[in-house]
Structure formats: structure tokens, C-alpha cells
């Protein structure tokens, strides 16, 4: 098997579509990344949209800015 690498993705510009599981809460979103913002929108109304966007901006910084 081979070794693995390291490897680190910056991405600068994306659409993104998906769930994200907070605080036991599936959150549907649909998210546009352009350089350092992220602009998204939740399918639920009810959701705490701040709590979600700064999880969801967080994660993108950690996994998608390299």
C-alpha cells in the first residue's frame, strides 16, 4: 500500500449544496465561496442562521482554504 500524503485543497471560488449536522440538527444549506467569503442560505426558517453560517464558515476555513 502506498504511503499516504499529506495534502491541502485551497479552493477560491465554489457552489456548494448540502447538509450540515449542528448541535443534533440536520441544516440543509447552499453555500457560494469567492475568495475569502462564503455566502449561504439555510432551507429551514427556524434555524439560529448566525449559529449555522459560523459553523459552516468555519468549516470551510479549515478544510477548504488550505
Known amino acids: 500500500m502506498p504511503d499516504k500524503k499529506e495534502v491541502r485543497v485551497r479552493l477560491h471560488r465554489a457552489d456548494l449544496s448540502g ?3 449542528l448541535e443534533g440538527q440536520r441544516i440543509a444549506f447552499t453555500a457560494r ?4 467569503k462564503v455566502d449561504a442560505e439555510f432551507a429551514d426558517p427556524g434555524v439560529d442562521q448566525w449559529t449555522a453560517f459560523r459553523a459552516l464558515d468555519r468549516w470551510v476555513d479549515e478544510n477548504l482554504r488550505g
Open 33 to 36: 465561496i469567492d475568495g475569502p
Open 19 to 21: 447538509e450540515m449536522l
